[in-house]
């Protein structure tokens, strides 16, 4: 009898399943999707219901050959990549591709990589489910046409090079109309009053001015804050009534992909594509010590806040155990999820809560405990009684004028024990020591001060996150990406957290919101989210989806075709200058470096320069500045790229760029950098030269090799193979995928 043939997307996640699934079952990595789009044509045929024509992604023939060898000696084949749509897409296409009997392929889908959650899937196997193939394929579809129908467009009128995607530009559009509230907005001044009032018993308490005849009290000028000042002075202040009221705070609920990517941003500083890769390393499996190897915490590309009974149970056991009984909820905890099509999946949790963070510090790096521990907190708090207070409210009675000093007092802290959320704040129980309604109280001090409304903040990656979900733009696994791509094009730039659109940005979003007024709304891309998912729900057919989209593109499309050399000419701003060489006029252009300054009598007169003081655009990184903990940002000098404070001039700490990756030479603890030659040739080297000679003319990157499982590979791209990943120990190749826009 033939073994069972398992195919995952990684080599990690195959490391991990073939240990609990034994011997009669190989298991084999895919290295992701082997089929798609091609690359330097549409794919997309217009003319017969958008039938995509996929091909097989270049460089991954090899793994192909593989898969179909061993599928044919298997009596059985179980295609196991991620539980969403993108896995159950490449699970199609691989049955697509094997050619191997229908009734010989199976699904398997699991939530959690452990030991009996892996054998229960294996034993309840069942068909790929085509309703989510659909959806991707409608997704896949519809952002192929944006990027290969508008990019050239934005070639002709700005410069080559620059792209559109379809849901990436609403978020772009989201950073640059925020913007626009910033600029316009006009602070409004207010002012605010508190007061010092001395007790009999002689302490002193602050208190704010609250109302005016009854009036919630609004104060516009300083004239009307003085006013208010002399008034009471003039008046006896009398303590009036004292209430105490109960507040019970419930946790929230355990992570979903967009509040702990919101969350690993606020607290760990950690951008949503590190949250989502040190995720998916504690999804796939570590080892923990003795030899086990085993997933630590649950699919993290998920909108549910569903948690298993099971898991609730254990939860339960530890808190009381850990807490007492007083902590632990007798039911457990239900929370709503905001949607319904993938609640089959988990919240965000650990796959055990019983692996203390603690426990496993020896085990994990920095950041997979960091996110380990946050994920493990949260989860544990969501299981647990609310917290409860004591709101103490001291009215005190000025004349016509009520002031008020309150406080709140912890009693039972509940799960704030385990996790405090963003906004809470201590709580101290102090009030208006040995007072009684009716004792005098004397004035010691009054505090005006003036206040102005401030505008509206810049987005984060955290707040944008949660705009893309409010909006219902995006779903849980395109959100890093999203961000990753405006920030990589050069669209927007990060200023320490604030998400900022450049000059660049801003033109693009410019044209396109003219352009296509109705594909990049908001409302529009939401209403296509919906779409995807009756599409997965069985309620639509992927083509009307994509038709409803195409239909108004394409108008928008046919409009344009035309008017390339007009919008281009748009975009020229004139100067007050004459041209030194013709006299005519200068104007502001776009070009391949952005913006300079060129003579309006091109081609006849080709005078041109750069743009008096325009600066280089600062990349934004994740490293932190070790002198003063400013972010750093990546400036260029005369010998290429390097690593710099963002607070220059006044720290001017800089160092080599650091591509994150462990120098593979035996011994060696360096970190592999960023080097260049004395002619200019960019290599990567050991940061430990000249103690180490390691040097590579292709990047780096971590990844563990399919063949021989080294854990360094380097990119490289010819004509041939196109982007692709190479093993420099084996020579082993990975295919990487394009991006359409």
Same mark, same amino acid.
């Given at each position: ?6 195919? %995952? ?26 089929? $798609? ?7 997309? $045929? ?24 061993? #599928? ?15 896995? @159950? ?13 229908? @009734? ?25 489910? +085509? ?101 009471? +002075? ?7 009534? %004292? ?82 009984? $007083? ?24 796959? #055990? ?106 987005? #984060? ?81 992927? %083509? ?9 593109? #394409? ?18 701003? @004139? ?85 994150? %990756? ?80």
């Amino acid at each position: 009898m033939g073994k069972s043939l398992v195919i %995952v997307e990684s080599p990690a996640k195959a490391k991990t399943i073939a240990k609990y699934l034994g011997k009669g079952f190989e298991v084999k990595a895919s290295m992701g999707h082997v089929r $798609d789009l091609p690359l330097r044509k549409l794919g997309v $045929d217009l003319e017969n219901n958008f039938e995509p024509s996929y091909v097989t992604i270049r460089g991954q023939g090899k793994t192909l050959k593989a898969l179909r060898t061993a #599928s044919a000696k298997a009596d059985e084949i179980f295609l196991a990549p991620d539980p969403d749509r993108e896995g @159950e897409a490449i699970a199609w296409h691989l049955a697509q591709v094997l050619g191997s009997r229908s @009734e010989k392929i199976r699904r398997v889908l699991f939530n959690e990589i452990t030991k009996n959650v892996i054998r229960e899937a294996f034993a309840n196997a069942v068909e790929v489910d +085509k309703r989510k193939v659909d959806a991707q394929q409608a997704r896949r579809v519809m952002d192929r046409l944006v990027g290969y129908k508008v990019s050239p467009l934005l070639w002709k009128v700005i410069r080559r090079g620059i792209s559109a995607g379809r849901v990436q530009s609403v978020a772009l559009r989201l950073v640059c109309e925020r913007e626009e509230e910033i600029e316009g907005f006009v602070p409004v001044e207010y002012w605010t009053i508190e007061v010092d009032v001395q007790v009999p018993t002689g302490e002193l308490v602050r208190a704010k001015v609250w109302t005016r005849d009854g009036e919630k009290l609004e104060i516009h000028s300083e004239a009307e804050a003085k006013e208010i000042v002399r008034e009471l +002075k003039s008046v006896s202040l009398v303590l009036g009534e %004292v209430t105490r009221k109960e507040r019970k705070r419930r946790p929230k609920a355990p992570f979903i992909t967009s509040t702990l990517q919101q969350a690993a941003s606020r607290r760990l500083g950690m951008s949503a594509r590190q949250t989502m890769s040190v995720a998916q390393e504690l999804y796939e499996g570590l080892e923990i010590g003795q030899g086990e190897l085993v997933g630590l915490i649950t699919y993290m590309r998920t909108d549910s806040t569903r948690v298993s009974a099971e898991a609730s149970q254990e939860a339960r056991q530890y808190i009381t155990g850990r807490f007492g009984s $007083d902590y632990a909820y007798s039911r457990p905890p239900l929370y709503k999820s905001r949607k319904k099509v993938q609640d089959a999946h988990e919240a965000i949790r650990p796959t #055990s809560v019983n692996r203390a963070p603690e426990d496993l510090k020896g085990f994990l790096s920095l950041r997979q405990h960091k996110l380990y521990k946050l994920i493990w907190e949260k989860f544990l708090a969501s299981q647990m009684q609310p917290a409860r207070s004591e709101i103490i409210t001291f009215n005190i009675e000025g004349g016509r004028y009520g002031l008020r000093a309150s406080n709140s007092k912890l009693m039972f802290p509940g799960f704030l024990a385990v996790y405090k959320e963003d906004m809470d704040e201590e709580e101290d129980g102090q009030g208006l020591p040995g007072t009684q309604a009716g004792e005098s109280l004397v004035l010691k001090d009054t505090l005006p001060e003036q206040h102005f409304t401030e505008p509206p903040p810049h987005y #984060s990656e955290a707040t944008l996150i949660q705009e893309l979900e409010t909006k219902g733009i995006g779903r849980p696994s395109t959100y890093a990406s999203i961000i990753w791509t405006i920030l990589h094009r050069r669209y927007v730039s990060k200023e320490k957290t604030a998400l900022v659109p450049t000059d660049l940005g801003k033109t693009v979003w410019d044209l396109l919101g003219d352009w296509f007024p109705d594909v990049f709304n908001v409302a529009f891309t939401a209403k296509m989210e919906s779409e995807l998912d009756r599409i997965e729900s069985g309620e639509d057919d992927w %083509v009307n989806v994509v038709r409803q989209f195409y239909d108004p593109f #394409s108008k928008d499309l046919e409009t344009l075709s035309s008017k390339t050399a007009e919008l281009k000419k748009s975009l020229q701003t @004139e100067t007050d200058e004459n041209c030194p060489e013709c006299g005519k006029s200068l104007v502001v252009k776009w070009g391949r470096g952005g913006q300079f300054i060129a003579c309006s009598g091109f081609p006849e007169c080709r005078y041109s320069r750069s743009l008096p003081g325009e600066e280089p655009q600062l990349e934004p990184t994740d490293e932190v500045c070790d002198q003063c903990n400013a972010p750093m940002v990546i400036r260029r000098g005369r010998f290429g790229r390097f690593l710099a404070c963002s607070r220059y001039p006044e720290c001017k700490n800089t160092r080599a760029v650091s591509l994150g %990756v462990s120098c593979p030479e035996e011994g060696c603890k360096g970190d592999l950098v960023e080097r260049r030659t004395r002619r200019g040739r960019v290599f990567y080297g050991c940061s430990n030269y000249p103690n180490c000679k390691f040097a590579s003319w292709h990047r780096p990157v971590k990844q563990t090799c399919p063949e021989c499982g080294k854990g360094l590979m380097v990119e490289k791209q010819t004509k041939a193979k196109g982007p692709h990943l190479n093993c420099l120990s084996c020579g082993a190749e990975i295919p990487l995928p394009d991006d359409d826009g």
